[in-house]
């Protein structure tokens, strides 16, 4: 499991939301957030066996200036998080924040055009975030494909970006826009 630099999530019909990470042609976590909880808190379990493998969890009941915290289960090993940048109508921007808390990357929303028409006209337009290292080098792109419901693909370079937070980051993030 995360062995790749590619992967693919597909959003499930339902009522909530529910979420199924491939690595190539394989399954390998499903996901599904509560509705109406103050605090975000979501898991990721292991697509085969259900054990869980990741907890996502909101520091704040604020969704603004929340930071949500990415752990792995198994472990206890906090992977990092991802909190939500300055807002901004044309640009939202995410960074990605290491074990330690340091900033480790940034998800940027990339096309202003199309986010812009996204919020004013429908969600069925697909997202395109570009990935960055602390720097602001690209290390890798979420890249929206057009459905009923979302399906994207997280390319991720993995000797400047720990895959594990890139990939649930995205998650979180697509499940905290509603996209």
């Keep these: 499991m995360f062995d790749s630099s590619r992967y693919e999530v597909r959003q499930k019909v339902s009522i909530s939301n529910k979420y199924v990470v491939y690595e190539g042609d394989d399954p390998i976590l499903s996901a599904k957030q509560k509705k109406f909880k103050l605090k975000e808190d979501f898991r990721l379990n292991d697509h085969d066996t259900g054990e869980e493998r990741f907890r996502v969890k909101a520091d704040s009941v604020l969704d603004v200036s929340a930071a949500y ?99 649930v980051g995205a998650v979180v993030i697509d499940a905290i826009e509603e996209n």
């Design 69 to 167: 915290d990415v752990v792995d289960s198994r472990t206890g090993e906090r992977v990092g998080a991802v909190k939500r940048g300055a807002f901004s109508f044309a640009r939202h921007t995410y960074q990605l924040l290491g074990p330690d808390g340091s900033v480790v990357g940034r998800i940027v929303e990339d096309n202003v055009p199309m986010a812009v028409a996204r919020r004013l006209v429908t969600t069925l337009i697909p997202f395109s975030y570009r990935i960055e290292d602390a720097t602001g080098e690209p290390v890798g792109a979420v890249d929206g494909q057009f459905a009923l419901r979302d399906k994207y693909t997280v390319d991720v370079d993995r000797d400047r970006i720990d895959p594990r937070l890139a990939v």
